[in-house]
């Protein structure tokens, strides 16, 4: 299997700018999570998926973001407008369910000028 | 909401030499599972060893063990016979067996690793 995809790897835009990050996971795996890393405040969980279905979204910051799943193969990650605050590792993770471990994509580095 | 401590937020160690990196956590429930993953360069978020809370014995891969400590909530990892690839961000995390899917993450120890 090919891991969890993300993309792009990098995104660089300009305050005010939509910004969408995309995730395939895993195939089979039934639960899909957003993260974002920033050096201040570490690894915090956005929002995740379970089924295709949002879960719990009370990580999400405010309301410029939004994530949607239309499938079992794809997510996104919309930022609209983004901010420079917004600048950070965004990392997307699968899990088949839910006592197995969690596999992380290779995350997408944003900064927002 | 459970807490995940990391104090040490730089370690080294020789290459082939032991380094013991720490963490602690605050929780009520009596299952869940720990965690700890490894970060290098590349910001890939790779699981290094996983431990059940129900399970006394602790985990071992390969060089990477554990030193889990139920009574006192204390999840240390040993690495022995450093490498220079182990060079990297590890980070501690803690997650409920029950009802609970989120990942809670220590803030992180970055280990060098001396030639």
């Known amino acids: 299997d090919a891991g969890v995809i993300q993309s792009p790897r990098h995104e660089v835009t300009e305050m005010g700018q939509e910004v969408t990050l995309r995730c395939k996971p895993i195939s089979g795996h039934d639960y899909l999570f957003w993260y974002r890393q920033t050096m201040m405040r570490g690894l915090e969980l956005l929002i995740y998926f379970n089924n295709n279905v949002p879960i719990d979204d009370s990580g999400m910051p405010e309301d410029r973001f939004s994530a949607k799943m239309p499938n079992a193969s794809f997510s996104t990650l919309k930022i609209q407008p983004s901010e420079p605050r917004d600048s950070a590792v965004y990392f997307c993770?699968?899990?088949?369910?839910?006592?197995?471990?969690?596999?992380f994509g290779p995350g997408t580095r944003l900064t927002v000028l | 909401a459970q807490t995940v401590t990391q104090s040490q937020p730089e370690m080294s160690v020789q290459e082939a030499e032991t380094v013991t990196l720490s963490c602690t956590y605050d929780t009520s429930e009596s299952d869940y599972y720990l965690f700890w993953y490894k970060q290098p360069p590349s910001r890939q978020m790779i699981l290094v060893i996983r431990?059940?809370?129900?399970?006394?014995q602790n985990a071992t891969e390969n060089r990477f063990s554990v030193n889990f400590q139920k009574a006192a909530k204390s999840f240390s990892l040993k690495i022995s016979d450093s490498q220079l690839g182990d060079a990297a961000m590890y980070f501690c995390?803690?997650?409920?067996?029950?009802?609970?899917?989120?990942?809670?993450f220590g803030t992180g120890t970055s280990l060098t690793v001396i030639p």
């Open positions: 993770a699968s899990r088949k369910n839910r006592v197995d471990e969690q596999f």
């Open positions: 995390a803690y997650r409920s067996a029950g009802t609970g899917n989120q990942f809670y």
């Open positions: 431990q059940e809370a129900y399970k006394q």
